[in-house]
Nanobody
Framework: EVQLVESGGGLVQAGGSLRLSCAHS????????IGWFRQAPGKEREGVSC???????YYVDSVKGRFTISSDNAHNTVYLQMNSLKPADTAVYYC????????????????????????YGQGTQVTVVS
C-alpha cells in the first residue's frame, strides 16, 4: 500500500520560505508522477507542481519562479521548496502519486488534475501572514 506523509508546514510571514517534505513508502511501480496540491478554505483543491519519474517538472502559473519541486530517491522523499510566499499561498498542502503503466504514458497523462492521482497524504498546513 502506498503511504505518503507530508511535513514542513507552518506559519511564515509574506516573503518568507518553507520547504515541504513528502516521505513515501517504496513504490512497487517504476513509472509515476508525484505531485503537490493545495486546498484553501472554501476553495477547490488545486494542483501546484508535479515531478515525473523520468525527471520532468510542471508548475501552475501562480507559483512559477517561486516554488521548486525535487526528489531524494535514496530517501523516498519529495520536496517542495517555496520561496517568496504570499498570503494567497495559505492552504493545506498535500502530496499525491499517480502510478503509470509505462514511461510512455507519462508524456500524455502527467497532469495537475487531482482526480488523476490515486494516493494522497494527510496534508500539512501552510499559513502566510502579511
Amino acid at each position: 500500500e502506498v503511504q505518503l506523509v507530508e511535513s514542513g508546514g507552518g506559519l511564515v510571514q509574506a516573503g518568507g520560505s518553507l520547504r515541504l517534505s513528502c516521505a513515501h513508502s517504496e513504490f512497487t511501480f517504476d513509472d509515476y508522477v508525484i505531485g503537490w496540491f493545495r486546498q484553501a478554505p472554501g476553495k477547490e483543491r488545486e494542483g501546484v507542481s508535479c515531478l515525473t519519474s523520468n525527471g520532468y517538472t510542471y508548475y501552475v502559473d501562480s507559483v512559477k519562479g517561486r516554488f521548486t519541486i525535487s526528489s531524494d530517491n535514496a530517501h523516498n522523499t519529495v520536496y517542495l521548496q517555496m520561496n517568496s510566499l504570499k498570503p494567497a499561498d495559505t492552504a493545506v498542502y498535500y502530496c499525491a502519486v499517480m502510478p503509470m503503466e509505462s514511461s510512455a504514458e507519462i508524456a500524455t497523462l502527467a497532469s495537475l488534475l487531482d482526480y488523476e492521482y490515486d494516493y494522497y497524504g494527510q496534508g500539512t498546513q501552510v499559513t502566510v501572514v502579511s
